[in-house]
């Protein structure tokens, strides 16, 4: 089976999707990891030059780019080039810069590609901005998660300070309706619901009740 997530930035998606396959028993691949991956491997390779991309350069380091999904106590990290990257990956400077890299199109070729190998022989809950459009078109389950914007920056905010992350309100603000605009507008698999997909809108909702709803929509395709 499989079940796919999409949504906005800072939604919620990743901690419905793991709690999701925690109680399923299921795979959780988080691909949003999968793009700050490659482009904090691009940040550090200066493959960024005025803040533009070198897309030569890029296609280039994608061979040399290794991204696992290993267990780290009771979580999963995202691993690049045998390094753990988890708490790395989730800084501002990547979240800046990470609408640009998954807008390339032989970058979301390469992703989406090892996304379906990661999934090929168990039950996978996925979580991203293309899966029910583009990764599995035909997932049992679809769920487009939302909430409004001050709501998912107030969240994000106070994850990164509790994380000792010194960055402002106002700044994540900003980078999350920039993120936003970003992936709906682009040319290349752009964030859209699936026309199959259930919306969830959860900005009044606690992480219990969303989980609770999303279960009994699980439970209800396995029945
Ligand atoms: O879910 P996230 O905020 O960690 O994702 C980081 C960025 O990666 C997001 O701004 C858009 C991009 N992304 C994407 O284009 N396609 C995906 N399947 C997942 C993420």
Redo the contacts with the bound molecule.
Sequence with gaps: MKIAI?GH??CG??TLAKALAKKFNFIYI???????AVTLYALKNEIFSNGLINEALLKDALKDIKIEFRRVGENLHAWLNGEDVESEIRKIEV?RY??QI??VGFV?NE?VAQQRRMASNSSVVM?????GTV?FPDAELKIFVTASPEIRAERRFNELKTKGDNVSYEEIFQNLKA?DL??SSRAV?P?RQADDAILLDNSNMTINEQFEYAVKLVESKIS
Excluded: E, F, N
């Design positions: 999409d930035s800072s998606k990743s988080d691909t949003g990891a999968m793009y700050r979240s990470v609408s998954s807008a979301r992703m979580d991203g901005r293309d899966i990764v993120r970003q992936d698999a964030l």
